[in-house]
T-cell receptor, first 112, second 112 residues
Framework: DGGITQSPKYLFRKEGQNVTLSCEQN?????MYWYRQDPGQGLRLIYY???????QKGDIAEGYSVSREKKESFPLTVTSAQKNPTAFYLC???????????FGQGTRLTVV | AQSVTQLDSQVPVFEEAPVELRCNYS??????LFWYVQYPNQGLQLLLK??????LVKGINGFEAEFNKSQTSFHLRKPSVHISDTAEYFC??????????FGAGTRLFVKA
């Protein structure tokens, strides 16, 4: 089945550590996105990529980094520079003929 | 500025009653409009979308929405809700570009 896979589903991080969240899609979509979700704030765009080896900052990119070396993969690294990383992170993708984005199941990151 | 505003953060309703979840959008995001549903600790699933044509859009699970250009609204409705409709609902809009703008979400709570 085609879809978007995020892993892990739950992730715990100590303060000062970097962590990487995985996002893989087999939908052959060019565009991929990372969103952060906090209660009552909806989804905020962190980074997006329109094509392999290219990506742009979204509205809240500080403290995050991404790479897009392969079409199917768009990992997100939450660095120690992110002051409040505890949140639910959602990855999405969209194909050229799609008007809507398709979402993964999310990763819940907790800083302990 | 691009914006999508969901007018209610929480909507409690009794089972089998009708429900309306309200959404207003700015004209800059009116090209494509969407409603998504999110169950706890899961990703977003598309309920319905408006692209053009008929202003009444039917989606999955018995939901429908009406595009109203003069009032810049895209309200979601269901004539009779079930317990299983308890979830968070997001209104979203996109111009022809790559960014989708999400509202803050409305939590629908269906009571027995």
């Amino acid at each position: 089945d085609g879809g978007i896979t995020q892993s892990p589903k739950y992730l715990f991080r100590k303060e000062g550590q970097n962590v990487t969240l995985s996002c893989e899609q087999n939908l052959n979509h060019d565009a991929m996105y990372w969103y952060r979700q906090d209660p009552g704030q909806g989804l905020r765009l962190i980074y997006y990529s329109q094509i392999v080896n290219d990506f742009q900052k979204g509205d809240i990119a500080e403290g995050y980094s991404v790479s897009r070396e392969k079409k199917e993969s768009f990992p997100l690294t939450v660095t120690s520079a992110q002051k409040n990383p505890t949140a639910f992170y959602l990855c999405a993708s969209r194909g050229p003929t799609n008007t809507e984005a398709f979402f993964g199941q999310g990763t819940r990151l907790t800083v302990v | 500025a691009q914006s999508v505003t969901q007018l209610d953060s929480q909507v409690p309703v009794f089972e089998e009653a009708p429900v309306e979840l309200r959404c207003n959008y700015s004209s800059s995001v009116s090209v494509y409009l969407f409603w998504y549903v999110q169950y706890p600790n899961q990703g977003l699933q598309l309920l319905l979308k408006y692209l053009s044509g008929s202003t009444l859009v039917k989606g999955i699970n018995g939901f429908e929405a009406e595009f109203n250009k003069s009032q810049t609204s895209f309200h979601l409705r269901k004539p009779s809700v079930h317990i299983s409709d308890t979830a968070e609902y997001f209104c979203a809009g996109r111009t022809g570009g790559f960014k989708t703008i999400f509202g803050a979400g409305t939590r629908l709570f269906v009571k027995a």
